[in-house]
């Protein structure tokens, strides 16, 4: 039986300048964060010192520019860049020596990007959206954190643990470039009724998904997404696809490295896990919905 207690305390606080020009806002900001620390409660005979993660402090710049009204008032644009940082940011790692996920701190990370959304009503019935994001990830400051044998600058600190140094590398699911382009089509019919159609297809390029710094090759996600249907001020009813580009892809990977380790020294056969979350298959169906 282990127990302990935690108090964090913390002022956050943000100033933000607006400047209109038209129809377009100008605005910069400055933003603190922060987030609470707490315990990890996996199996283990890990010591309370050794399940404490600290509180994360974050401090976010960022300027940008929302425009309305563009091509007569069918469209709009939102821009906005940003650099943030992070001291003792907490990111989920996989521990072998467990085995299981945790959560650790990295004492400093750096993230930078811009962010771009779009919206233009094509005709009165058909509107397209475009979300796009550039994203510059690193862990500036992260030594010691528990790793894959194979991670980088690996070192065995027990029979069945390792750590790294992964200053300087990319978080896991960091990737470059994601976002999501999507058409919506909404039909007046009479009484009001409405027939509507939906299609979106998203995107993330290669992106590491262990987290455990043992790279396995980096998974990109591009799939399909759709919906048809009828509905008034009772009924909704839809026929639906997701995925439909049967897209497979990596949602998280690990290895357990600890019974590798263990089982040679019981004197049994060496034995090695790997785990593997996919995303979902093609999947489609019938929604009805009655509304009261």
Known sequence: HLEDDLTDNDVSGMLSLNHFIGDAMLYATIATGTKSGGFNGNFGPAPLEAREYDKET?????????????????ARVNVALFYTTFEDFQTTIYDASIPGFITSNADEQTTMGIDLDASFLVTDNLMLNVSLEYLDAEFDDFDGAACH???????????TAFVCDFSGET???????????????ILP?????????????????????????????????????????????????AVWGKNLTDDTYNLGYSENTFTASVFPALGLTQRQTYDRWLSVPRTYGLSLRYMF
């Open 149 to 159: 044998p194979s991670g980088p600058s690996a070192t065995q600190v027990s029979a």
């Open 58 to 74: 974050s401090i976010n710049y960022e300027v940008g520019a929302k425009i309305d009204g563009l091509l007569d008032d069918r």
């Open 189 to 237: 019919l009479s009484n009001g009724a409405e027939a509507y159609a939906y299609a979106g297809y998203n995107f993330k390029t290669d992106h590491d998904t262990a987290t455990d710094g043992y790279n396995r090759g980096n998974d990109d996600l591009e799939n399909l997404d759709a919906r048809l249907g009828w509905r008034n001020d009772n009924w909704d009813i």
């Open 171 to 185: 978080p896991p699911f960091a990737a470059d470039w994601s976002g999501i382009v999507s058409a919506n089509y």
